[in-house]
């Protein structure tokens, strides 16, 4: 037995079904201005489908992907009845009816028939329009053609406009990429010479470097030779000091 869920979303389902092919039904008829019942009826759908996405035993997603694609196009229909001639007509061209017939009577989708029958109304709307235009009075067509020519000219005019506009700004670009270069080229140069002064102080810091280890290498060398110096003049100092010590203690004995 089914569970009460799923009971709920069978009859759910069953319900949105049947709404769905009474708007099919009603979209397929010619509606007056005063028609309110299919735009309520596609926003009870659009409810229904939201229930249907949420329900716990959902139709399978190939089934719930044919059911948006037919309210889709329900709601795109309305809004295209709201626009005027070409609009209208283009509009229509980009609607997508759904694959599958609603109800198992259907030899092809309603959707599809509404879809055919859609486009055909706005062919003749416009084959309409069409003949009305060119059943306008002479004076009314002499007066769209100067209208036309003036639009002509005022476009020329535009045109030109924006072609002097686009002159001077390849001109200025012109201009600031000579700048630009001349910028660069005097940047090179200064930084050459730069690189160039850098080299030489370098190479006199090397100069100065080599310099300066040689005079301390002779400061070294002078440094010890005096040191030795000294060292040799206090050995003869504290001989000299010792032997005179003796000679003194040899020289006068001690007084007894």
């Not at 007056?32 to 926003?43: D, F, S």
């Not at 716990?56 to 997603?61: A, D, E, I, L, Q």
Request: with cysteine; charged share 25%.
């Amino acid at each position: 037995m089914l569970s009460d869920s799923n009971m709920a979303s069978t009859r759910l389902e069953i319900n949105f079904v049947r709404l769905l092919s009474r708007c099919e039904s009603i979209a397929s008829e010619k509606r007056g201005e005063t028609e309110w019942r299919l735009e309520k009826y596609v926003g009870a759908l659009e409810e229904m489908l939201v229930a249907l996405r949420k329900s716990p035993s959902k139709p399978t997603v190939e089934v719930m992907t044919d059911y948006t694609r037919k309210v889709d196009f329900l709601k795109g229909l309305l809004e295209a009845e709201k626009l005027s001639g070409t609009e209208k007509a283009l509009a229509n061209q980009f609607l997508a009816p759904g694959r599958t017939p609603t109800i198992t009577s259907e030899r092809m989708p309603a959707t599809k028939t509404v879809h055919m029958q859609t486009k055909a109304r706005c062919t003749g709307e416009m084959r309409n329009e069409l003949m009305a235009t060119v059943s306008l009075s002479p004076n009314l067509i002499l007066g769209l053609a100067l209208d036309e020519r003036q639009s002509a000219a005022e476009l020329d005019a535009v045109l030109q406009h924006h072609h002097n506009l686009q002159e001077k700004l390849a001109e200025d670009m012109l201009n600031l990429a000579r700048n630009l270069k001349n910028n660069t080229l005097v940047a090179q140069n200064i930084i050459k010479q730069d690189n160039q002064t850098l080299s030489q102080s370098m190479r006199q810091a090397d100069t100065n470097f080599e310099k300066l280890k040689v005079e301390s290498e002779r400061l070294e060398q002078h440094t010890k030779k005096s040191v030795n110096w000294f060292l040799w003049l206090m050995l003869i100092l504290v001989s000299f000091v010792f032997i005179s010590m003796i000679l003194f203690i040899r020289i006068f004995p001690k007084l007894r």
